[in-house]
């Protein structure tokens, strides 16, 4: 199938998990995590209907923006941003994903008031609590919200995660209800500069899962361009 079929038949999909789930299909954003595509592909994914675009290495992003790729897109980073190459990032995404450390916040939050903007972040959750995955603990969310709340250059729209990899059908329904009553109780501590709009969480092989359990996005990779090859 061509990206244009995949990108009508994710679509289709998220209709179809969102009414199953009682909810209004316009409440779900399909992010198209456009990592080792080139820039014909991206814009053949926007044309089909990609609303959002999400790029996870600064190389490619910065190369891809320099050809106009993703124009009629949001673009959002969702991939690990290392603190050096925070000001490549910064003031060129409308949300940065992935932030998952109190010094990636402040490393941020320095470029952002430098620029004289205000960057729209989510917090990345270690929901899985996985010692090989990057993203905050439960311990640690609390005291980034804190910082957050007295900041006039960030502003924190909701959480991401990536729950383990499934090997059933249904494994990660418990990380996405977890992540979705964390969301709830944030909501309801009233923290300034903080929203809870945003629940990214759902990839290609679980997102009707995760759209049952509250998610507002989701991040859709090989199930639009096909399966990547990493060899290269």
Known sequence: MSITENVAKVLSDIEQAAIAAGRDPRQITLCAATKMNDAQNVREAIA????CCGENRVQELTAKLAE?????A?????GHLQTNKVKQVVGKVSLIQSVDSLRL???IEKEAAKQGIRQDILLEINIGEESS?????REEIYQMLEKVAQSTAVRVRGLMAIPPICQNPGDNNKFFAEMCNLS???TEKKYDNVCMEILSMGM???YADAIAHGSTMIRVGTAIFGARNYGV
């Open 48 to 51: 089909a209907g990609v609303r």
């Open 204 to 206: 290609s092989d679980d």
């Open 133 to 137: 995955k990057s993203g905050l603990h």
């Open 105 to 107: 916040l402040e490393a």
């Open 184 to 186: 709830v109780d944030i």
């Open 74 to 78: 949001d673009l959002h980073f969702i």
């Open 68 to 72: 106009n790729a993703y124009e009629g």
